[in-house]
């Protein structure tokens, strides 16, 4: 079992900045794959960004592409979003996820952290 928690959400004004960031448990966690999802209200969750092993690659949503950047840092077990120039259009339950090795989809979830940008 692997337990995800985030941090780091609240309100700021449109342009402004946050950085999440989200601890997930095990002893494993450089093999994790591991991604950002958001859910706004009324709307699907969707992809936000994700990191490969060894963040040997990233992905991003067209959306937030030039102004969101993920990182990790295995030793502290930790997975960063940091998100610039946020707008009103970013408001949303901003979700950590896990893909554990073997697995094709993200299997374990944090409980979720929520972001506000106003205009």
């Known amino acids: 079992q692997v337990q995800v928690v985030e941090s780091g959400g609240g309100s700021v004004q449109a342009g402004g900045s946050l950085r999440l960031s989200c601890t997930a448990s095990?002893?494993?966690?450089?093999?994790?794959?591991l991604g950002w999802f958001r859910q706004a209200p009324g709307k699907e969750r969707e992809f936000v960004a994700g990191?490969?092993?060894?963040?040997?690659?990233?992905s991003y949503a067209d959306s937030v592409k030039g102004r969101f950047t993920i990182s990790r840092h295995d030793a502290k077990n930790t997975v960063y979003l940091q998100m610039n120039n946020l707008n009103a259009e970013d408001t949303a339950v901003y979700y950590c996820a896990v893909q554990t090795v073997g697995r094709d989809n993200f299997n374990y979830w944090g409980q979720g952290t929520q972001v506000t940008a106003s205009s």
């Open positions: 990191i490969r092993r060894s963040a040997s690659s990233t």
């Open positions: 095990g002893r494993t966690f450089s093999s994790y794959v």
